[in-house]
């Protein structure tokens, strides 16, 4: 079963070799996801810019640098999927292994709201820390990443599941498009802190971008690759033949993007797209934005505990209340164990 990736086209404009300046047109800014199609390659696409809402999100939880820098990437990978879902539902990124860092969840509900939260030992990450050994490949260790689309009550999720065996989350992404897609796709993802002018001074900031093209063409004889071999083979030089030569170009121009071009606030994501597609002309629709939005309540939380059987009252019970902290936006809620007496 195919996930259902659509893109929202909205407002678009061409981005030609006038080039114009910043703010002369419908520039998107940080934290909102662009859409985008190169007609002449068969190509579509998204690119994102995340600022301030991915600061807000790393800072507030004082995660060590090599965490943040995972679930930055998350976050960048779940907005660039999950703002493609053309219904009301969710998008779930997550991860389970055995390495330091044993779970990242990255959770984006239509049409806007990210959530995400990392969970990791403390002991054996600042052993590698000092040790110098902070690969993803090494925090991450062995186990699985699962992307999960969620449309709500009375329909069934899908869910896709990659193996996480010495990958990085951008090769384990390629990979689940390369087997569970089958549509031609590559990404580019980068993370940095930036020292950032303010009112108090400079401060550090956490920003991250990333960039997602598809082949998509509209030939029928085009339109998806045959079945695909096994084998370890890299899965860029795989998912279509090699003799198609968009789809090559396409592999090149991605392979030129430095790092830096995806964070950097003076460049955005329309300037990175005509840097990237100018000689084939590139159409770039309205930005989707994303914000750093917790889905939690109290009201929530008190269904759950009224669930609980009065001994999961009593035991869930500390200095005469009930206490329990988000554990993505880091919110406590309090309640007197007396509301639930009656269970």
């Known amino acids: 079963m195919a996930a259902p990736w659509s893109f929202v086209m909205l407002e678009t404009y061409q981005v030609t070799e006038h080039h114009p300046k910043l703010g002369e047109f419908g520039y998107a800014g940080d934290d909102h996801v662009v859409p985008f199609e190169v007609g002449p390659l068969d190509v579509r696409g998204r690119t994102v810019q995340l600022g301030p809402m991915l600061d807000a999100i790393l800072s507030r939880h004082d995660y060590p640098e090599p965490v943040a820098r995972l679930l930055a990437e998350a976050c960048v990978l779940t907005v660039l999927l999950g703002t ?26 239509t049409p806007s709201a990210l959530r995400a939260y990392a969970r990791f030992d403390a002991d054996r990450l600042e052993a590698l820390v000092a040790a110098g050994e902070t690969s993803q490949q090494t925090l991450l260790g062995s186990g699985v990443l699962a992307l999960t689309i969620d449309q709500g009550a009375h329909t069934q999720r899908y869910q896709g599941i990659v193996q996480l065996d010495g990958e990085t989350l951008e090769d384990a992404a390629r990979t689940y498009f390369r087997q569970s897609e089958q549509i031609p796709t590559d990404l580019r993802l980068s993370v940095a802190k930036l020292l950032t002018p303010g009112p108090g001074g400079a401060r550090e900031q956490w920003r991250a971008g990333g ?19 096994g084998g370890d083979g890299d899965p860029r030089e795989e998912i279509h033949d ?8 396409l592999l090149a121009l991605l392979g030129t993007i430095e790092p830096t071009e995806l964070i950097d606030p003076t460049i955005g994501a329309e300037r990175l797209l ?23 309540s109290k009201d929530k939380i008190r269904g759950i505990l009224e669930g609980f059987s009065a001994q999961e009252i009593k035991d869930s019970t500390e200095d005469g209340g009930i206490h329990v902290a988000c554990e993505f936006c880091s919110k406590q809620y309090d309640f007197d164990p007396a509301e639930f007496a009656a269970q």
């Open 84 to 109: 493609s879902l053309k219904f009301e539902g969710k998008f779930i990124l997550q991860t389970r292994t055995d390495g330091p860092v044993d779970m990242l969840v990255a959770d984006f509900s």
């Open 242 to 249: 090699p003799a198609d030569n968009s789809w090559q170009e």
């Open 211 to 229: 960039i997602l093209a598809q082949f998509l063409p509209q030939s029928p004889e085009r339109m998806r690759v045959p079945d695909l071999p």
């Open 274 to 296: 005509y840097r990237l597609f100018h000689e084939h002309g590139v159409r770039v629709f309205g930005g989707v934005p994303v914000a750093d939005q917790c889905s939690c």
